[in-house]
């Protein structure tokens, strides 16, 4: 249960308590003061329950669950027992007892470990303490059974990419279609650019229609065919028997597909590929995306175009390709959620717009990558392990800075999700913060996450080792990066509108230098928000209080009956 | 698209041919009707078009149209709505008739189409009748299984009824004579509340003792109320009563008044605490006395300020687009909006946007509120409004001004107070703005544009308000309901001119009363109910008594004197992230900091400078709630009112999304706080009852224990509640068939000179 891509975010470095780990500086080249993080663990559960050790009986203590580890201490003077165990060390986690279960300490829950051991714990029946415990240790012991429910029948989990052979940007771990081969997939990566074969990203609780995602395939210009790959994408849309074709998302617009015929690559044309329909979403390369932000810095800095900033702000395209790519993505969720359809999302490399498509719909389709552990793991899954260049992409250390292969891909992705999250304010657990947060350290080289271009590399470089990862600073300052308004909802497909008359430029990450265009901080609404809570743990805090003087009151006969206005300080609120 | 004639036989899907007309209803279909309502003419088996790609969602019914809406009554439930705000005065499917913009009836068998104006000739039968409204609504209705001739007659009546030629025709008359009748047969007299209905009582401003109170609370000494104009003796477009500097006699006013434009001479809006007044005023007509007769006046305010300090005059009509400029922006936002294609308005939306010049003007009119805001706070200067009339601009600025520099017109009854001081008693002509006769040239939407700059601040500044965006979204679509008095007509006087004349004509005993009493808008209960109504407060407001928590502690914000001082607290000075304090930005040479100019504009004189230094101080710290707000006015503070512009645009609609889900969110918890506070302020002794939610009704729409009590955000929600595009016509049913070629689009139907004669 080392490093695997869906493995839960913090392993990329996680040490069970805090710890002062010096970062990883070298690439910034200033090592001149070393910078101290600390590293804290996501607390998750927290409750009473009875150990029954097979050795000394049932023992009550209190059981913690964080993301790294359970542990045990017990609440029962004569014994000292401890119980220290890794998450990772877990095999099998199973419900014992039922409903009826009337024996003392026969309703809990069971788990075989990896390590020789069986660790039995009994809970009481009410308040759900044993589903919660269940839950979080499914989730957190093995995060990639809880994403996506793998492997199942139709999918497996292949390690044909353990040492980086069949595809060096892509991670050691793949999810294919069961039917597959491993030989199969040999033959497939020849077809595809980089060899970035079709694999899974994502994959329907309830339909069971999947996200696939992958590179172009080489046709070139004389129309190159590949047997395993088209079977191979039939397999793929087998899986899925609610509908008869698979749809096939090509990012790019018809000209640039086209033209890629004549360096190698190109396109799934309909009369190769019989059973898939094929669409492309019109969305630019990096290029375009590059020189739209540059026109964006022109309008906003160090002045901010003020007589004709709409259409200054037109000419610069920049929302035009924002719509354009949540426009892609919603059309991805929408044919899985609604259309029932699975689907392959390629562009030309598969590492860019294909990136941003996945994850955008995911994020959409799905409300776990809405809290804030689920977003470091799309991130961390969509992004990061599948390949995205952000070493070339940003340029961390390069003094080169016309490189071609800089790109705000990763930025305007980002800018899609806070798009999102306007248009959704009680969805998204985390907040505008997060988002830039996460922005600042894309470029800040403080931290691990964004260095280097894949996880081989990565790998190579022994940057778990060698670095803090992003995600603990910020599950370590959890507060200040949620949302106050996020309600929490399952199942609830979220469908941005991808329309001019909506989408807006985000003045606080791109006009936060002015001080004149700056926005209040913290925002009124979110403080009012805080202010409300504060006020309410205030009042229940004055109601206890009243009420225990009550009690006291009540029991003590004698005391003279005081006037109401006496009692309590008198609160008054304009309602 | 082998079968064309089929196409333009019926541009509806082909199966919607086997939709079975209505059958036999279980009840009558009956027209809810108000006093002196009266139906003109009625239709059976017309089919309301919802949704606009399918006909399945289709309503079958009668439509009627009567002498105050037309009316859809059907029996069939409103599909794709699961929710109700329902307007009392309206049914779902009603318009009424002085919201109704346009009306064009089309026959796609002849492939004819006509723009319907007063008694005009129809050649055709129509076989589809769609309504434009002023409120950006579209509704369509099809004739394919009603009567001919009485689809025909429906359409035409509808067409005269929607434009009268005289103001007395308007049904607010029929139905508080109606109601003058109706409550002389009782035995006590007065038949409608003036301003009532709400717990707080709106100041009409029609009363001596209503300016008084106004001079008082804000301590203006130096000013007076003055009566010359009782009986409208002086001026037709001034209140009976207004307030002037003290050292001013009533026999030089009386002097004065001939010079000025309409005889409206100046009169007092306001006073900062520290003294400056403002005040509007007329132009005066002859250039030669101009300087003479100014002289007197700005001598009288400034023996009326405390420190004698000067008079700063803003000549509007300079410095602001006219109501023709306003109206243009208004017509092309609207065709952009709704009219326009939506898909087709999405590549050059932006710059189309801008080329409206709506927002352009917004920001104009904030930008001078706020730069008079400064004079008044921080110059310390009287500010006399000037424009030739004096009845548009000066509302739009007078208003502004006031809701930046007093929290007590960011209350609901203040803002309605404010409203009926600068724009219904101070001569805001709403019946030529909001052409509620006959098409007038006069048209233009000054006071949407009031409402939509007051947005601005609110969503800037939501903590400051007590009302929400719906309060002043239904604000506006009240000034679309001829039943109320207060948005009906161009001056005071002309109210109590015509209703006299009516009255007499009527038969109706007015007694000792001026005129007919009109019901006011401001009595929200006869549009919504209570319930309906809690939607207008804003969950977000700290009004100036609420509680607030600071350093852990539960404190009361109190309006002091101190909230109005110009005291200049600045941020410490500290560079963080390249993010420079203000007071810092000019002073230091030769730094990196230079080469971020102080200013967009280069300062022209010290005047702007000073300005531009007064924003940016008070940019720079948080908003003082209960003192003065300033916008922000960047183009990128600037925003497009949503609610207001998109709420009948399917297309736009955030479902489940949208800022109500934060506002909802944040109810919730606002209620229970107040659950809370009163159960705290309960008296006790004996066993605490458990704050239950039966004990007094929330004034919030979302409240904990409340129907809507679901963990989540409710499925209803979306961007445009609590309005729903259900129902609305939107442009893509119609593009997307060859209708649409055919048609070539709403512009053509609204420019009526195009189209008028072809039938």
């Known amino acids: 249960m080392t490093v695997i891509f869906f493995s839960s975010v913090p392993s990329q470095n996680y040490f069970g308590k805090k710890m002062w780990i010096i970062s990883f500086k070298a690439l910034t080249g200033a090592i001149s003061s070393y910078e101290t993080l600390p590293v804290l ?118 390690f044909i990419n353990k040492c980086y052979k069949l595809c060096d940007t892509y991670p050691a771990l793949l999810v294919v279609p069961y039917r597959a081969s491993d030989e199969d997939l040999r033959k497939v990566a020849t077809f595809r650019s980089r060899n970035r074969i079709p694999v899974l990203s994502w994959i329907h609780p309830e339909n069971k229609t999947v996200i696939v995602r992958c590179s172009q395939p080489l046709v070139g210009m004389g129309g190159k065919r590949n047997k395993e790959d088209e079977r191979y994408l039939d397999v793929i849309r087998e899986t899925n028997r609610q509908v008869n074709k698979l749809t096939i998302y090509d990012a790019r617009p018809n000209v640039n597909a086209v033209a890629n015929k004549a360096t190698g690559g190109g396109y799934e044309s309909d009369d190769v590929y019989h059973n898939a329909e094929l669409f492309f979403l019109d969305i630019h390369n990096i290029h375009v995306m590059r020189e739209s932000l540059k026109k964006v810095k022109d309008i906003v800095y160090p002045n901010v175009e003020e007589s004709h900033w709409l259409s200054s702000l037109e000419s610069t395209h920049w929302l035009e390709h924002i719509k354009l790519v949540l426009t892609g993505a919603i059309q991805v969720a929408d044919r899985v959620s609604s259309g029932k359809s699975s689907v392959v999302v390629h562009c030309s490399d598969g590492w860019d717009r294909t990136a941003q498509l996945t994850s955008l719909a995911m994020l959409m389709l799905d409300s776990f990558y809405r809290s804030i552990e689920g977003f470091e793991i799309l991130v961390q899954k969509e992004w990061i392990s599948f390949g995205h260049k952000f070493a070339s992409r940003i340029g961390h250390g390069d003094k080169n800075h016309a490189d071609a292969d800089r790109s705000p891909i990763f930025l305007q992705f980002i800018d899609c999700v806070w798009q999102m999250s306007k248009q959704f304010p009680t969805a998204f657990e985390f907040n505008e913060r997060f988002l830039i947060t996460i922005l600042d350290h894309l470029y800040s080289c403080r931290f691990g996450t964004f260095l280097y271009n894949c996880e081989s590399a990565r790998e190579k470089q022994k940057v778990t080792e060698r670095t803090v990862s992003l995600w603990s600073l910020i599950n370590s300052n959890k507060d200040k990066f949620k949302n106050p308004f996020y309600t929490k909802e399952i199942n609830r497909v979220l469908y941005p509108v991808a329309s001019m008359r909506h989408l807006e430029l985000w003045v606080n990450y791109y006009i936060r230098w002015n001080p004149r265009i700056k926005q209040q901080q913290p925002n009124p609404v979110e403080q009012r928000y805080m202010e409300l809570l504060a006020l309410r743990d205030e009042y229940i805090k004055r109601l206890d209080e009243l009420q225990f003087a009550n009690s006291a009151k009540l029991s003590d006969p004698s005391a003279s009956p005081s006037s109401p206005s006496q009692m309590m300080p008198h609160v008054q609120t304009h309602f | 698209m082998e079968d064309l004639n089929f196409m333009y036989l019926s541009y509806l899907t082909p199966w919607v041919k086997v939709v079975q007309p209505l059958k036999v209803t279980r009840s009558p279909l009956r027209l809810e009707r108000r006093e002196g309502e009266i139906v003109v003419n009625e239709v059976n088996f017309v089919r309301k078009c919802i949704a606009s790609d399918t006909s399945q969602y289709d309503l079958w019914g009668k439509l009627i149209c009567s002498n105050f809406k037309i009316s859809f009554i059907t029996d069939d439930p409103m599909p794709l709505q699961k929710f109700h705000y329902r307007n009392l005065l309206l049914g779902e499917h009603d318009v009424p008739l002085t919201c109704i913009e346009q009306i064009v009836t089309l026959n796609d068998h002849k492939r004819k189409q006509k723009v319907l104006g007063p008694n005009q000739k129809l050649k055709f039968n129509p076989t589809e009748l769609i309504i434009y409204c002023k409120d950006f609504r579209i509704v369509r209705f099809r004739f394919d299984e009603s009567g001919p001739e009485s689809a025909k007659k429906v359409c035409l009546a509808i067409a005269h009824y929607s434009q009268p030629t005289d103001l007395q025709l308007l049904f607010a008359f029929e139905y508080v004579g109606k109601k003058y009748h109706n409550s002389a047969s009782k035995a006590n007299g007065a038949p409608l509340g003036a301003g009532g209905g709400s717990s707080q009582k709106t100041p009409l401003f029609e009363t001596y003792s209503d300016w008084d109170r106004e001079v008082k609370r804000t301590s203006a000494s130096g000013w007076r109320v003055c009566s010359i104009n009782e009986g409208y003796m002086i001026s037709t477009c001034l209140p009976e009563y207004f307030v002037v500097p003290s050292s001013l006699a009533d026999q030089d006013l009386k002097v004065f008044s001939h010079s000025f434009v309409g005889r409206r001479m100046p009169f007092w809006c306001w006073s900062h605490s520290n003294g400056s007044a403002l005040v509007r005023t007329a132009l005066v007509r002859d250039v030669l006395q101009q300087r003479k007769i100014e002289q007197r006046i700005y001598n009288a305010i400034t023996k009326s300020h405390p420190q004698r300090s000067d008079v700063y005059k803003s000549d509007l009509d300079k410095t602001l687009p006219n109501i023709q400029d306003i109206q243009v922006a208004f017509v092309k936002l609207k065709q952009l909006c709704v009219n326009e294609p939506f898909e087709e308005t999405e590549e050059k939306w932006l710059s189309s946007l801008e080329n409206t010049r709506w927002l352009e003007y917004v920001r104009a009119f904030l930008k001078h509120a706020a730069e008079l805001v400064y004079v008044l706070e921080s110059k310390r200067l009287s500010v006399v409004l000037q424009e030739e009339e004096g009845r548009d601009l000066s509302c739009i600025i007078a208003s502004l001004v006031q809701v930046m520099l007093d929290p007590y017109f960011r209350t609901i009854t203040g803002f309605q107070s404010l409203i009926q001081k600068e724009w219904v008693m101070a001569g805001y002509p709403f019946l030529d703005r909001c052409n509620h006769l006959k098409r007038s040239e006069k048209e233009a939407p000054v006071f949407l544009l009031f409402l939509d700059t007051t947005w601005q601040l609110l969503e800037q500044c939501p903590a400051a308000f007590e009302f929400s965006e719906t309060y002043l979204a239904v604000l506006h679509d009240s000034t679309r309901v001829a039943l109320f008095g207060t948005f009906l007509f161009n001056s005071p006087h002309q109210r109590v001119q015509q209703s006299t004349e009516f009255a007499i004509s009527k038969n109706i005993q007015l007694g000792d009363e001026k005129g007919l009493k009109f019901p006011s808008v401001w009595d929200w209960s006869l549009q919504f109910t209570p319930k309906d109504r809690t939607l207008f407060h804003n969950p977000f407001y700290i009004g100036k008594s609420t509680p607030c928590v600071q350093n852990g502690s539960v404190k009361s914000f109190k309006r ?32 990196l900091i230079l080469q971020v100019k102080p200013a967009p504009l280069e300062p022209r004189d010290s005047q702007d400078w000073d300005v531009e230094q007064f924003f940016q101080e008070r940019a720079s710290r948080p908003a003082d709630l209960h003192g003065t707000i300033l916008p922000r006015l960047s183009g990128a503070h600037i925003k497009l009112w949503k609610l207001c512009y998109f709420r009948w645009v399917p297309e736009a609609q955030i479902q489940h999304g949208g800022f109500i889900t934060a506002f909802h969110k944040l109810s919730l918890l606002a209620d229970e706080v107040d659950v809370l506070s009163r159960a705290l302020r309960q008296p006790r002794g004996g066993p605490t009852p458990a704050p239950g939610p039966e004990q007094a009704p929330s004034r919030l729409y979302f409240h904990a224990g409340g129907p809507h009590d679901t963990p989540g955000t409710p499925d209803f929600l979306s961007s445009s509640f609590p309005f729903s595009p259900v129902g609305n016509l939107c442009r893509r049913s119609i593009s997307g068939t060859p209708l649409s070629k055919f048609l070539s689009g709403a512009k053509i139907w609204l420019s009526t000179e195009t189209l008028a004669n072809e039938d």
């Open chain 2, 560 to 591: 002091t004197k101190k909230s109005y001082s110009s005291t200049l607290r600045g941020m410490p000075a500290s560079l963080k992230n390249g993010i420079i304090s203000e007071q810092e930005l000019r002073p230091r040479r030769n730094s």
């Open chain 1, 41 to 158: 663990a996501l607390d998750l559960f927290n409750k009473e329950v009875i150990y029954i050790c097979p050795f000394n009986g049932p023992i009550k203590g209190r059981v913690y669950i964080t993301n790294y580890r359970l542990y045990l201490r017990s609440l029962e003077t004569d014994s000292a027992l401890i119980l220290d165990v890794p998450l990772g060390v877990i095999s099998r986690i199973e419900k014992m007892g039922g409903a009826t279960s009337r024996g003392e300490n026969s309703y809990g829950l069971d788990i075989t470990c990896k390590d020789l051991r069986n660790l039995r714990f009994a809970l009481k029946q009410e308040g759900h303490s044993r589903r919660d415990m269940f839950e979080i240790l499914t989730r957190y012991a093995f995060p990639l059974a809880h994403s996506l429910g793998l492997p199942n029948h139709h999918w497996r989990i292949t």
